[in-house]
């Protein structure tokens, strides 16, 4: 499922932002505007299983764990943020670099520090910076779940022992403001209360799969997510109560036993997050040489869109073999350097083309 988001989201940017897309929609019109209307809504899947595997470490019966401590947001931050840097410096790069020759709307304007740190402490869409990638914002918001989680846990822990079972009902009661109110006003968007309903889905859907509260919790998503769609049918809302009913019956069924199997997807899979991130940075590469080499033709712009995808997987996998799969990397001195000199690099080329 991880495969199959992470490439919905690539091919939907593609589609997004052009001008290779613009060339094949003369074509076909309709598959480009699906790609740009519903690949997006891959990224409810992402907070479903995200829910999924937070419940699984944070509460596995639907009592608080033990292990639960602050701890973990840190570590949380660290794997979130040290792949996340090298694509927005990769993406910042590249964007100057292509800047003075291809004027296109996809590009980011030019940077600012206070807009760098700002995406470092993972703050740009609360303190209303442009994003300098495309997704960027998912990570911010992942983030925010997670830490908001995490903290429910604790506080609950250290609250009286009957209050502790209590748990899943404070994720029932927290997902449905989420999903019948908050999340029908566009201006929260930017936080996490607008997406903890997709993550409750997901935390429930884990709990489905346990014996004590398997019913119950698979009738409270449909419920949760029914009742949603009846005020206000939304799509991304739809894939969120989709996602977390299959996972939810393929745990309960056993179907999830023998998985992962390796293959394509599972390798996908894997680095669905490192592709993610760095696709945005090639796409625009792709996009900003395909622009002045092959303007028109719409089999040679198809080409660049499937030749931006595999160079997008490549990059991805490059990312997942050497920095996301090691988080320790990042400490070391080669990392370090190497991060450091893309950024110095953007701020100087920005600076020249001034």
């Not at 022992?161 to 930017?190: G, K, Q």
């Not at 992962?260 to 760095?278: D, Q, V």
């Not at 590469?285 to 080499?293: E, Y």
């Not at 070391?332 to 690099?345: D, K, P």
């Amino acid at each position: 499922m991880k495969g199959l988001g992470c490439m919905a989201i690539v091919l939907h940017h593609l589609a997004f932002y052009g001008p290779m897309s613009d060339v094949v929609g003369q074509a076909w019109p309709a598959a480009i505007e699906w790609l740009i209307s519903y690949a997006r809504l891959a990224v409810q899947m992402f907070f479903v299983l995200a829910g999924y595997l937070v419940a699984q470490r944070l509460a596995p019966e639907g009592r608080p764990s033990e292990s639960a401590s602050l701890s973990m947001i840190v570590g949380r931050y660290k794997r979130l943020v040290t792949p996340f840097l090298f694509a927005v410096a990769l993406a910042t790069l590249i964007t100057a670099m292509v800047r003075p020759w291809f004027d296109h709307d996809s590009l980011s304007d030019k940077p600012t520090v206070l807009q760098m740190i700002a995406h470092l402490f993972l703050l740009h869409t609360i303190l209303g910076y442009e994003s300098l990638s495309a997704g960027v914002w998912y990570v911010a918001i992942d983030f925010q779940l997670f830490t908001v989680t995490v903290v429910l846990t604790l506080l609950l822990r250290r609250s009286p022992p009957a209050w502790r079972t209590a748990f899943p009902l404070l994720i029932v009661a927290l997902s449905a403001v989420s999903l019948w109110l908050v999340n029908r006003i566009d201006a929260y968007e930017d936080f996490a209360p607008y997406f903890f309903g997709a993550y409750g889905l997901g935390m429930l859907a884990w709990w489905s799969t346990r014996s004590s509260i398997g019913s119950i919790a698979l009738a409270t998503i449909t419920a949760l997510g029914g009742i949603a769609l009846w005020i206000e049918f939304r799509n991304p809302i739809a894939v969120a109560l989709g996602t977390a009913l299959l996972v939810s019956v393929a745990g309960q069924q056993g179907w999830l036993s023998g998985w992962p199997r390796e293959g394509a997807l599972t390798w996908l899979g894997h680095r669905s997050y490192s592709i993610f991130l760095i696709h945005y940075g090639i796409c625009i590469g792709v996009n900003a040489v395909w622009s002045r080499l092959f303007p028109t033709g719409v089999w040679i712009n198809l080409f660049g869109m499937v030749l931006a995808v595999l160079a997008s997987v490549f990059a991805g996998a490059v990312l997942y073999h050497f920095v996301e799969s090691r988080p320790a990397v990042f400490h070391q001195r080669w990392a370090s350097i190497t991060l450091a000199t893309m950024v110095l690099g953007a701020l100087l080329i920005e600076t020249l083309t001034w």
